[in-house]
């Protein structure tokens, strides 16, 4: 079963509306991190957000705001406002594990094509 | 504050030959990752190496190697090459103490074996 789910494989929105990528996960790890990355085609993972799984708030970093819904493991990544320059790949990950086991895993993305 | 930084930024093999990559992660930083990403999927898990030491290794064959510095750069190493190779390959560091421990990557590898 994959551990990390983003259904939308790609997304075309209007410039300045705002945007809802979904991403679920599948863990018993009772300690757990979620993030969202970037990917522009010059290839270059770029990091944006992160929250925690005791997190009490939804994270948010200027125009990025995470949605976690802990009960139904959801984690969707909100751009508000969007610009051309945030069409890109974005992959949602999760990091589970401790030790040696610690790891990071990647869904395998949503293409985000914004439309002026 | 310098990122992660990566070398060279493409490298073209034939197949057989054996390919070096180079990452030097973000000032203290002691943890380095590698990932492959082939055309159109995902990041596959490589290695791990922190502190000098191989943490975890992916699902790859043994011709896919490597070694941390003691400067905690690190070398990946790709044998007898395979058509099936040919990707981009990230490089990423974090902070493990960090509970985020927030892995930050470079710009890639790209890799054509031809």
């Given at each position: 079963?994959?551990?990390?789910?983003?259904t939308?494989?790609?997304?075309?929105?209007?410039?300045?509306?705002?945007?809802?990528?979904?991403?679920?996960?599948?863990?018993?790890?009772p300690?757990?991190?979620?993030f969202?990355?970037?990917q522009?085609?010059?290839g270059?993972?770029?990091?944006?957000?992160?929250?925690?799984s005791?997190?009490?708030?939804?994270?948010?970093?200027?125009?990025?705001?995470l949605n976690?819904?802990?009960?139904?493991?959801?984690?969707?990544?909100?751009?508000?406002?969007s610009?051309?320059?945030?069409?890109?790949?974005?992959?949602?990950?999760?990091?589970?594990?401790?030790?040696?086991?610690?790891?990071?895993?990647?869904?395998?993305g949503?293409?985000?094509?914004?439309?002026? | 504050?310098?990122?992660?930084?990566q070398?060279?930024?493409?490298?073209?093999?034939?197949?057989?030959?054996?390919?070096?990559?180079?990452?030097?992660?973000i000032?203290?930083?002691?943890?380095?990752?590698?990932y492959?990403?082939?055309?159109?999927l995902?990041?596959?898990?490589?290695?791990w190496?922190?502190e000098?030491?191989?943490?975890?290794?992916?699902?790859f064959?043994?011709?896919?190697?490597?070694?941390?510095?003691?400067?905690?750069?690190?070398?990946?190493?790709?044998?007898?090459?395979?058509l099936?190779?040919?990707?981009?390959?990230?490089?990423?560091?974090?902070?493990?103490?960090?509970?985020?421990?927030?892995?930050?990557?470079?710009?890639?590898?790209?890799?054509?074996?031809?």
């Amino acid at each position: 079963a994959q551990k990390i789910t983003q259904t939308q494989p790609g997304m075309f929105v209007q410039e300045k509306e705002a945007v809802t990528l979904d991403c679920t996960y599948d863990t018993s790890d009772p300690s757990y991190g979620l993030f969202w990355y970037k990917q522009p085609s010059s290839g270059e993972m770029i990091f944006l957000i992160y929250q925690g799984s005791y997190d009490q708030q939804n994270a948010t970093e200027g125009r990025y705001s995470l949605n976690f819904q802990k009960a139904r493991k959801s984690a969707n990544l909100v751009i508000s406002a969007s610009q051309l320059g945030d069409s890109a790949m974005y992959f949602c990950a999760m990091r589970e594990g401790r030790g040696r086991d610690d790891k990071i895993i990647f869904g395998k993305g949503t293409r985000l094509h914004i439309l002026p | 504050e310098a990122g992660v930084t990566q070398s060279p930024t493409h490298l073209i093999k034939t197949r057989g030959q054996q390919a070096t990559l180079r990452c030097s992660p973000i000032s203290g930083h002691t943890s380095v990752y590698w990932y492959q990403q082939a055309l159109g999927l995902g990041l596959q898990f490589l290695l791990w190496y922190d502190e000098g030491e191989e943490r975890n290794r992916g699902n790859f064959p043994p011709r896919f190697s490597g070694r941390q510095f003691p400067n905690y750069s690190s070398e990946l190493n790709v044998n007898a090459l395979e058509l099936e190779d040919s990707a981009l390959y990230l490089c990423a560091s974090s902070f493990v103490p960090d509970a985020k421990n927030i892995q930050y990557f470079g710009a890639g590898t790209r890799l054509s074996v031809l």
